[in-house]
């Protein structure tokens, strides 16, 4: 008998894409998790246990092995920076992180970036050769040029609604984002069957929607 792959899915809006790429790929998971306030969904009839995390999460209960397999996005990668092995593009809540500011933005003396994105926004700034301070925000990252608390922010941009109803600006976009499938390094090499066939089956029907 297959041991159990333990799944660590982002809770919000990864998750219902994710849901219905796994179900593509025939794999009947539940579409929707939000009404529940369980966090593990034993999935025995696939050998498989949901952990329903919050997104910048995922990454960390997959490098300590409580999950096998992960789903997060490039941006919480890129960010948090764990030592999980890369393995699939889910191709899945696309969007991309930018530099962002009011459309008169000039350079001052002293520039602040606001962001949820600290370690990103220093490296970009850094290899650009800009000194910035970066201050860490949580959410509604669009308000700090608004009313003063930063020149400049480091955001994601999908439709470019958020930026367009708060008057605000693309300056340079830093990298594309994405949702990838994760693993655990040791989880990988014991149990590379199960974890490889999902790939499997995930792969073709990204490539079939390519
Ligand atoms: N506007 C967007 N369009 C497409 N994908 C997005 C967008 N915003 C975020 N994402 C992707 O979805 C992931 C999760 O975002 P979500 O808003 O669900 O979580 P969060 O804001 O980190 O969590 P929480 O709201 O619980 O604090 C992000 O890490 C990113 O990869
Ligand atoms: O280009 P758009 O389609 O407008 O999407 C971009 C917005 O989506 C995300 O915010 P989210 O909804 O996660 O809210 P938050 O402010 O709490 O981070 C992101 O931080 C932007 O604000």
Redesign the pocket.
């Given at each position: 008998m297959a041991e159990t792959l333990k799944v660590a899915m982002?809770?919000?809006?990864?998750?219902k894409k994710a849901s219905a790429l796994f179900r593509e790929a025939g794999l009947p998971i539940p579409e929707e998790v939000d009404e529940s306030r369980k966090l593990v969904i034993p999935l025995p009839e696939l050998d498989m246990e949901f952990i329903l995390a919050?997104?910048?999460d995922v990454p960390t209960f997959v490098e300590y092995g409580a999950a096998d397999i992960g789903i997060?996005?490039?941006?919480?990668l890129m960010e948090e920076n764990r030592d999980v092995y890369e393995l699939l593009d889910l191709g899945?809540?696309?969007?991309r992180m930018s530099v962002i500011g009011l459309p008169d933005w000039k350079p001052g003396i002293q520039q602040r970036v606001a962001t949820?994105y600290p370690n990103v926004a220093s490296q970009y700034f850094r290899e650009q050769g800009q000194q910035v301070e970066v201050i860490k925000l949580?959410?509604s990252i669009e308000l700090a040029p608004l009313i003063g608390l930063s020149d400049r922010i480091v955001d994601?941009?999908?439709?470019g609604q958020?930026l367009r109803e708060n008057g605000l600006v693309e300056m340079n976009s830093i990298f594309e984002?994405?949702?990838r499938l994760v693993a655990n390094r040791v989880s990988y090499r014991m149990k590379n069957g199960q974890i490889q066939s999902l790939c499997d089956r995930l792969q073709k029907v990204i490539s079939a929607s390519e």
């Amino acid at each position: 008998m297959a041991e159990t792959l333990k799944v660590a899915m982002p809770k919000g809006r990864i998750y219902k894409k994710a849901s219905a790429l796994f179900r593509e790929a025939g794999l009947p998971i539940p579409e929707e998790v939000d009404e529940s306030r369980k966090l593990v969904i034993p999935l025995p009839e696939l050998d498989m246990e949901f952990i329903l995390a919050k997104p910048v999460d995922v990454p960390t209960f997959v490098e300590y092995g409580a999950a096998d397999i992960g789903i997060v996005g490039k941006d919480v990668l890129m960010e948090e920076n764990r030592d999980v092995y890369e393995l699939l593009d889910l191709g899945i809540a696309r969007c991309r992180m930018s530099v962002i500011g009011l459309p008169d933005w000039k350079p001052g003396i002293q520039q602040r970036v606001a962001t949820k994105y600290p370690n990103v926004a220093s490296q970009y700034f850094r290899e650009q050769g800009q000194q910035v301070e970066v201050i860490k925000l949580n959410g509604s990252i669009e308000l700090a040029p608004l009313i003063g608390l930063s020149d400049r922010i480091v955001d994601m941009v999908e439709t470019g609604q958020t930026l367009r109803e708060n008057g605000l600006v693309e300056m340079n976009s830093i990298f594309e984002i994405t949702s990838r499938l994760v693993a655990n390094r040791v989880s990988y090499r014991m149990k590379n069957g199960q974890i490889q066939s999902l790939c499997d089956r995930l792969q073709k029907v990204i490539s079939a929607s390519e």
